[in-house]
């Protein structure tokens, strides 16, 4: 049988998107579903108002495409239903109020996602990768990767609750102190190993051995755990407790997928217990509620439900205040201190042309049933750029890679360059658009 224009079409987006995969029958469903909905647009009078959503061109093509893959199909609104509910408005508010659906995905973005994926996958071949890109200031997601990590998983990779979410979790801790008072740059602590509780110990990464006494400032530089520990001290269990709540931890977004995973705040009942959830360790957590978390950050302190489809007039995003602005104001120029300047642990993912704020995370690997994994890590990077005026947040995850052990001891060399070649890529392409 002679393929259809519209299985074309697919067959070409499969080869500009590697990470999607469908088989034959899925693709001549949505073959159909796509048929059927340009022959109801060719009807519609006001037809060129969706071009963004369903048209010729491949940008806008492949966009539906992923609309249709990655959502479920009730909140993809046909071009019927998008007729209808624009005639009701038209009739109930008039001309004025019309406010049609159009996705936020960007077609140039997603392809700089595709591009770094298909080059960490031939370097490295990891078990999973996972890259959002969104804007901060809205909570519009500008791309994302697809694939999921099990082509069985009915859950799609960003919104699955994954355990220890190193990446944001410290980052909420140091809003958390910034805010109630507890935190100074030049106060100084000794790091190294840490008894939080008799016979319960507090270890810097570099095997407890740690830098002496030094500020908090260069602490949170060298991803010092007993810094984090320390400062999770000066913060009641409740209240700490409320700050990981209020930044969207523990509950689902709201994003548009029926599939999504609240995740669980870690148990802090014990001084030992809390000093870990300051660090990330303990608790689930999806990579859409981080990106969400630290775009509180970005913005100036309110939360932004996250979203992949937007009203294309007289729509104003609001988020929630969850820290002041001068708070976020703080935490963003500690992160950019942390990949600006040594003993800064982050310096990789520095771009010449931007200053970025951000902070990595690794994480060891664990089975189904929370069990760790010896020698599997998950190294991430959550950041935004520009600092002082952030346009752009990128997350990437990336899941066990084949490399050396000493590459594995970081996984810089791993992260950085997907995440700087996305982010100058984009912010580059979003300035001359």
Do not use: C
């Not at 899925?26 to 909905?37: F, G, L, N, V």
């Not at 700490?240 to 802090?268: D, H, S, V």
């Amino acid at each position: 049988m002679t393929p259809s224009f519209e299985e074309k079409e697919i067959s070409t987006v499969l080869q500009a998107f590697p990470s999607l995969q469908l088989d034959e029958d899925k693709r001549r469903d949505i073959a159909s579903h796509i048929r059927r909905e340009r022959e109801l647009l060719v009807q519609m009078k006001k037809r060129k108002k969706y071009a963004k959503v369903i048209g010729g061109a491949f940008a806008s093509f492949a966009l539906l495409f992923i609309a249709y893959q990655w959502m479920p199909s009730e909140a993809v609104p046909s071009a019927q239903q998008m007729n209808i509910e624009e005639d009701q408005k038209a009739q109930a508010a008039g001309p004025t109020s019309q406010t049609d659906k159009v996705l936020t995905l960007d077609s140039q973005i997603q392809e700089y996602i595709e591009e770094a994926i298909h080059k960490t996958n031939k370097a490295y071949q990891p078990e999973n990768m996972t890259v959002i890109v969104t804007d901060p200031n809205t909570g519009e997601i500008l791309g994302m990767n697809l694939k999921k990590q099990d082509a069985n998983d009915r859950v799609p990779d960003i919104v699955k609750a994954k355990p220890d979410p190193v990446a944001a979790f410290p980052i909420v801790t140091l809003a958390a102190a910034i805010e109630e008072g507890k935190y100074e740059d030049n106060e100084t602590y000794e790091s190294g190993t840490y008894e939080i509780t008799p016979g319960k110990f507090i270890k810097d990464h570099n095997n407890g051995a740690g830098w002496g006494q030094i500020t908090y400032l260069e602490g949170i530089q060298r991803s010092s755990n007993v810094a984090f520990a320390k400062l999770s001290e000066q913060i009641s269990n409740h209240s700490l407790q409320q700050y990981y709540e209020r930044f969207g931890f523990g509950a689902k977004t709201g994003i548009e997928q029926i599939n999504e995973q609240p995740g669980k705040i870690p148990n802090m009942d014990t001084p030992y217990d809390k000093a870990m959830a300051a660090y990330g360790l303990g608790g689930s957590a999806s990579a859409i509620q981080q990106v969400a978390a630290v775009g509180a950050i970005a913005n100036g302190g309110e939360l932004m439900k996250p979203h992949v489809t937007r009203e294309e007039r007289n729509h104003i995003d609001k988020g929630r205040r969850v820290i002041s602005e001068e708070t976020a104001k703080q935490v963003r120029e500690v992160l950019e201190v942390i990949v600006k300047n040594k003993p800064g642990s982050d310096t990789a993912f520095s771009i010449k042309e931007y200053a970025v704020s951000g902070r990595t995370g690794i994480a060891e690997k664990r089975d189904q049933q929370g069990n760790i994994i010896e020698g599997k890590y998950t190294y991430s990077f959550i950041g935004f750029a520009p600092s002082d005026d952030p346009k752009l947040l990128v997350y990437i995850a990336v899941d066990n890679p084949n490399t050396d052990l000493w590459v594995k001891l970081w996984g810089q060399e791993i992260v950085a360059p997907p995440f700087k070649e996305i982010m100058v890529n984009s912010l580059q392409y979003l300035q001359q658009r």
